[in-house]
């Protein structure tokens, strides 16, 4: 723990856990001396948080009954992480809940006393997260929306839905569950009364949507974090590899592009692995690092590159 502040309010959550505990048993806890624990249970009582300590073998420290901690108070770190979590929520869904984030984020300035206070500002000014990889929000929000009010309201919706295995859209009645940010992509979680089945929908790909008039039973048994991982797993079959040769070892350091793995090889030159659902899209991003960046592995993934690198050629000849 790096300051007394963030010490005693760790103290008075201990006393709130438990009574009559030993000096020597919260000195450990807080990792200081008994002297400086004596110390802070007096800084509690001159701030009137009510300490009491019995004598014997069997007293100790603590606080009178039916005390409570006061609601919103936060440690500097507590502060941070609900901070920079809403400025990221911000980020990452957009208009739809900038309003919210930046009221909360008012309301936690209004609340917090003044050492909490300067210790986010450093935060927001030294911390930063930008560049979150997403599709623009501008043409999806309307129907991220529509989504959010069906599931809340427990409202079938009407869609017409275009697969990357389909060349035309198919109309979709499904059961809203969960929105899902994953990879800078939208996914919709829902129950497809044509598959009868959960099913994972990209929100770029839903072609029109409407909310139904019907309404629709929770399946309580149903565990989001298992579906994710079958889900997700069959739908990132592609494992990329690619090689960067030294001249462009700091490219393949910096862009903006989580590697699973990132390898430095004696020579300088770097080695990197993903995974990708879409061979398209890595055929995409592999061919704007132009002869930076050899492609490994997958043998379909160099096929399609030759593919459409020739294709280009014979366009400018």
């Given at each position: 723990m790096s300051n007394t502040a963030t010490r005693l309010l760790r103290l008075i959550l201990l006393l709130q856990e438990k009574p009559n505990q030993k000096a020597e048993a919260l000195a450990e806890k807080l990792e200081v001396s008994i002297r400086t624990l004596h110390r802070y249970m007096s800084m509690l009582e001159e701030m009137g948080i009510p300490i009491y300590t019995e004598r014997g073998p069997y007293g100790g420290f603590s606080l009178m009954r039916g005390y409570k901690m006061p609601p919103l108070i936060f440690s500097p770190q507590e502060a941070i992480a609900l901070v920079l979590g809403t400025q990221i929520t911000d980020q990452i869904w957009g208009e739809l809940y900038h309003q919210a984030a930046m009221s909360a984020l008012s309301k936690l300035e209004h609340v917090l006393p003044?050492?909490?206070?300067?210790?986010?500002?450093?935060?927001q000014s030294k911390l930063v997260s930008t560049g979150f990889q997403r599709l623009p929000l501008e043409t999806l929000e309307p129907d991220l929306i529509r989504i959010r009010q069906a599931m809340h309201e427990e409202h079938k919706l009407q869609m017409l839905y275009q697969s990357q295995q389909q060349t035309q859209s198919m109309q979709r009645i499904v059961h809203p569950y969960h929105l899902v940010h994953r990879a800078g992509l939208w996914y919709l979680i829902a129950w497809c009364e044509v598959r009868q089945a959960m099913r994972s929908f990209r929100v770029d790909r839903i072609r029109s949507l409407?909310?139904?008039?019907?309404?629709?039973?929770?399946?309580?048994?149903?565990?989001?974090?298992?579906?994710?991982?079958?889900?997700?797993?069959?739908?990132?079959?592609?494992?990329?590899?690619?090689?960067?040769?030294?001249?462009f070892a700091?490219?393949?350091?910096?862009?903006?592009?989580?590697?699973?793995?990132i390898t430095e090889n004696p020579d300088g030159s770097i080695h990197v692995e993903f995974t990708a659902s879409d061979l398209h899209m890595a055929a995409s991003m592999a061919l704007s690092f132009g002869p930076s960046v050899e492609i490994l592995q997958p043998p379909a993934l160099i096929d399609l590159v030759r593919e459409w690198a020739e294709a280009v050629v014979s366009q400018y000849t």
């Open positions: 003044e050492e909490q206070l300067r210790e986010v500002r450093w935060a409407e909310i139904s008039s019907e309404t629709f039973a929770v399946q309580t048994a149903f565990d989001l974090e298992t579906y994710l991982q079958q889900s997700f797993e069959f739908e990132t079959p592609y494992k990329i590899q690619l090689h960067f040769s030294a001249d700091d490219l393949a350091k910096s862009v903006q592009i989580p590697w699973n793995v």
